[in-house]
């Protein structure tokens, strides 16, 4: 059964930080481009980071870059979200999301389009 699954997420204060992990089972996400999204209520979904499979370079939009660091650990076939200086805008449903396209990332990247394998998300809360 190939799975994408979320963790990490919960309630942090302000200034405060998170490692939001995602874990495969049916796929080495070694072999794919990872994508981290987030749904805040009454909003869009949004692209954050996402990491390529070609080189593992790094794209970030501009709301979480120098805060956010997406990386893997292929031994545990696990991508993390490092989310630093947490801000109550953080505060959203986040996703991770595997697609298997390999050009350089763009902007692209962080749209939902390149990928085809989604997991159930994971609530992060930043309140005081």
């Known amino acids: 059964q190939v799975q994408l699954v979320e963790s990490g997420g919960g309630l942090v204060q302000p200034g405060g930080s998170l490692r939001l992990s995602c874990a495969a089972s049916g796929f080495t996400l070694s072999y794919y481009t990872i994508g981290w999204f987030r749904q805040a209520p009454g909003k869009e979904r949004e692209g954050v980071a996402c990491?390529?499979?070609?080189?593992?370079?790094?794209y970030y939009a501009d709301s979480v870059k120098g805060r956010f660091t997406i990386s893997r650990d292929n031994a545990k076939n696990t991508v993390y979200l490092q989310m630093n200086s947490l801000k109550p805008e953080d505060t959203a449903v986040y996703y991770c999301?595997?697609?298997?396209?390999?050009?350089?990332?763009?902007?692209?990247?962080?749209?939902?389009?390149?990928?085809?394998?989604w997991g159930q998300g994971t609530q992060v809360t930043v309140s005081s």
């Open positions: 990491i390529s499979k070609r080189d593992d370079s790094t």
């Open positions: 999301a595997l697609g298997d396209d390999d050009s350089s990332l763009t902007l692209f990247h962080l749209s939902a389009i390149p990928y085809d394998y």
